[in-house]
């Protein structure tokens, strides 16, 4: 069955500091994508970056990178600089067969001022 | 906005009683995806359609069942409510069936059972 393991349930940080998220995962699946999704307090849901598995080298989307460690089943989430308004829920994503999508437990994130 | 529209954003009843969450996906996207958000159970996929034809399925209840229909606007039935169904629901639509697609969010709607 697959898993996705979200270890740290809340996390602050200072403004204009890096903060990383941790993930891990466990499958026997060769094919697959990753994702992380924020949900701030309006509850809507925003994909932030996402990988294939497939791919070697790591995404990065502005501030947002991740580090992708195939062997170790590891995704994990860098946040620099980070802002205000990167306050919010953090969610770590495994799809595979397709479509179907398995969310970890979710991070809680703090920017303080 | 993602350009996801849900309705109804709230909806409260009564143990027993069937409700249908309605979505329309983005202008183009021909697929969508329901999602269940609760406290117990956390984020959960449930089921996704692709231009009127059920794709994948997750950890859908049978007391669920959705369809995509021709104007590609999406329902999700849910029957003999529990307390437990309580949740968020999302919708999300993508625009094709490669699934590094990013799929876009509705805002949710709240169902509470009583």
């Known amino acids: ?113 | 906005d993602s350009g996801v529209t849900q309705t109804p954003k709230h909806l409260i009843t009564a143990t027993g009683q069937r409700v249908t969450l309605r979505c329309s996906p983005r202008s183009g996207d021909l697929s969508v995806y329901w999602y269940q958000q609760s406290l117990d159970q956390g984020l959960q996929f449930l089921i996704q359609y692709y231009n009127g034809e059920e794709r994948a399925k997750g950890n859908i209840l049978e007391r669920f069942s959705a369809q995509q229909f021709p104007d590609l606007h999406s329902e999700l039935n849910l029957s003999s409510l529990e307390l437990g169904d309580s949740a968020l629901y999302f919708c999300a639509s993508s625009v094709g069936l490669d699934a590094y697609n990013e799929q876009f969010f509705g805002p949710g709607t709240r169902l509470t059972v009583l």
């Open chain 1, 1 to 113: 069955a697959q898993t996705v393991t979200q270890s740290q349930p809340e996390m602050s940080v200072q403004e204009a500091e890096t903060v990383t998220l941790s993930c891990t995962y466990d499958t026997s699946e060769n094919n697959y994508y990753l994702f992380w999704y924020k949900q701030p307090p309006s509850r809507q849901m925003i994909l932030v970056i996402r990988q294939e598995a497939y791919k070697q080298q790591n995404a990065t989307e502005n501030r947002f990178s991740v580090n992708f460690q195939k062997a170790a089943k590891s995704f994990s989430l860098k946040i620099s600089d980070s802002q205000l308004g990167d306050t919010a829920m953090y969610f770590c994503a495994f799809m595979f067969g397709g479509f179907k999508t398995i969310f970890g437990a979710g991070t809680r994130l703090f920017v303080k001022a």
